[in-house]
């Protein structure tokens, strides 16, 4: 899921007294993809949830992160010091990392598809 679609599910849950049972769903998953990481910084609420759903699926269940930033700038995305340690701590230090080089496979598959429509 989009990271800003993401956190902004959570907090409609919090308003409406759902969250309970929104977190507990996302923690059922085997997996869960945490797109496009960092695009904007968190405001308070999202990184509290953050925290919560990095620590409930921690050593139990996967979580994949793609971000466009480099994990050294993680920490000022997420923003409060202390959060951004504890949220980290559990990603980081247990994290399989690929990093990506070169030309963005979006900009290829245009230049692929503008090719293709003028044959």
Known sequence: MNATRLFAQLKMAK????????????????????????IQPFD??????????IEDR????STI?????????????????TVADAVLD???HNAHRVELKG???RKKWSKKTVEQNED
Do not use: C, N, Y
Not at 21 to 33: P, S, T
Not at 44 to 53: F, K, M, V, Y
Not at 58 to 61: F, Q
């Open 44 to 53: 308070h609420p999202a990184r509290l949830s953050l925290l919560e759903l």
């Open 90 to 92: 559990r990603i980081v």
């Open 58 to 61: 921690h050593g139990k269940r």
């Open 15 to 38: 308003a409406d007294g759902s969250i309970l049972k929104e977190m507990a769903r996302i923690e059922r998953q085997d997996l869960l993809i945490i797109d496009d990481f960092g």
């Open 65 to 81: 992160l793609t971000s466009q930033l480099p994990v050294k700038q993680w920490h000022d995305v997420i923003g409060e010091q």
């Open 103 to 105: 030309e963005s496979l």
